[in-house]
């Protein structure tokens, strides 16, 4: 299993090439969906703009947690932790 250092942000811990995969069809999912809700966005059957993005958000959110789920970022140590 090959593990990658990724980039340099405070609670994320390096990542095997399996969990990238996973993060990574995940986003290709999200980009499909967020597109469904962009052709919506132009279409006159889709007329409460409030609703889509709500729809929007949640979508977003979703997506976010579902990818925190699998790359599992830590909480980060403060200049006045012991």
């Known amino acids: 299993m090959t593990i990658h250092?990724?980039?340099p942000v405070a609670g994320?811990?390096?990542?095997?090439?399996d969990k990238i995969a996973i993060v990574?069809?995940?986003?290709?999912?999200?980009?499909r969906v967020l597109?469904?809700?962009?052709?919506?966005t132009l279409s006159p059957q889709a007329t409460n703009g409030r609703w889509l993005a709500i729809a929007r958000t949640h979508i977003e959110e979703g997506f976010m947690a579902l990818n925190r789920a699998v790359f599992q970022p830590g909480r980060v140590k403060l200049p006045e932790d012991n």
């Open 35 to 40: 597109r469904v809700i962009d052709d919506l």
């Open 12 to 17: 994320y811990q390096p990542q095997s090439s």
């Open 24 to 31: 990574n069809a995940n986003k290709e999912l999200e980009e």
């Open 5 to 7: 250092n990724g980039l």
